[in-house]
């Protein structure tokens, strides 16, 4: 890293935030993980046509990417997929949202990339979730025109932080009493305000802490269901798939998630990535990643 790059991942909570609200996201010094550089590495989605769209969101206006390919037969069913960055990072250009929605599209499954306001400050819960419900709605708004099914048919899913907003957006859903997503999709999801010990709230000290609390925004919230929906009723949630890594600290929530779903009469099923950590499916050049991928995409062949 330079002097003006910090590496985030080292710093206290509160000076990397503040870095991140003065200097905005860092680049990926990886050259090799930009949609040109992709498309040669793997080039069964070189056929995949992004599009560039706009979500008005209550933060404001929110970039998210539409992601096709029409040479292929469709699987008659989409993806919103929501990245992760711990609520304080993250975009649409990482592979965690750019390469899985290339690779999902590929094969015949639509996805809308979405992004939402991040956790710098004074934004915390339930600014990103508010954002990530106005790109779902949105998106089944315009189902049909954007991606080529019924407002029915779309999933919605995420990644780590992602996974968290994706589902506490089911769950407020729920709780409100609108349309439900046809499934669900969580990947090494952070759904508990510490992912090691499921249920519970996590040691002041701990990282888990830092970044729940920075999410949540008070201690009192760090028990708000919606905010961490690990902690909440799981009952009326729809046909979720839970994936989950070998090496992850963040294991012990997905396990516990999809366990409580089963008991709640729900539809679940928990993927165990062997030999992988958190965040493998942002590295392109990880096995495991494209393991995972064709789980996704073969999990969601089925909800036809």
């Known amino acids: 890293m330079t002097d003006t790059q910090p590496d985030l991942r080292a710093l206290p909570l509160p000076e990397a935030i503040a870095w991140l609200r003065e200097h905005g996201e860092p680049a990926d010094p990886r050259p090799d993980i930009d949609t040109a550089s992709l498309m040669r590495r793997f080039p069964h989605i070189a056929n995949v046509r992004t599009r560039d769209l706009v979500v008005d969101a209550p933060s ?6 539409l992601y096709r390919d029409d040479t292929v037969e469709h699987a ?22 750019n390469w899985v929605a290339l690779e999902l599209a590929a094969r015949g499954i639509p996805v809308l990339a979405v992004d939402y306001v991040k956790c710098l400050g004074d934004v915390h819960f339930p600014a990103p979730s508010d954002d990530v419900l106005a790109a779902w709605r949105y998106a089944r ?41 046809g499934a669900l999709v969580l990947v090494y999801p952070a759904l508990d305000p510490d992912g090691a010990h499921p249920g519970g709230i996590p040691d002041p000290a701990s990282p888990y802490a830092k970044l729940s609390l920075n999410f949540a925004g008070s201690p ?17 949630f729809p046909p979720t798939l839970a994936v989950v890594c070998e090496h992850d600290s963040l294991r012990p929530s997905g396990e516990a998630f999809a366990t409580r779903l089963v008991a709640a009469g729900c539809d679940a099923t928990l993927y165990v990535e062997a030999g992988a950590d958190h965040a493998h499916i942002d590295e ?16 969601m062949g089925q909800r036809r």
Do not use: K
């Open 76 to 97: 008659g069913t989409a993806l919103v997929w929501v990245h992760g960055g711990g609520f304080i990072g993250g975009h649409l250009e990482m592979p965690e949202s």
């Open 141 to 181: 708004s315009r189902s049909a025109d954007l991606l080529g099914v019924e407002a029915d048919a779309l999933v919605l899913g995420g990644a780590s932080a992602g996974g968290n907003l994706a589902a506490g957006a089911v769950a407020r859903l729920r709780d409100a009493g609108e349309q439900l997503p």
């Open 220 to 236: 009192e919230a760090l028990h708000n269901p919606h905010a961490f929906p690990g902690l909440g009723s799981v009952g009326g």
């Open 284 to 299: 392109p050049s990880n096995p495991s990643a494209a393991r995972t991928l064709a789980a996704i995409g073969e999990w």
């Open 60 to 65: 404001g206006q929110r970039p998210a990417r």
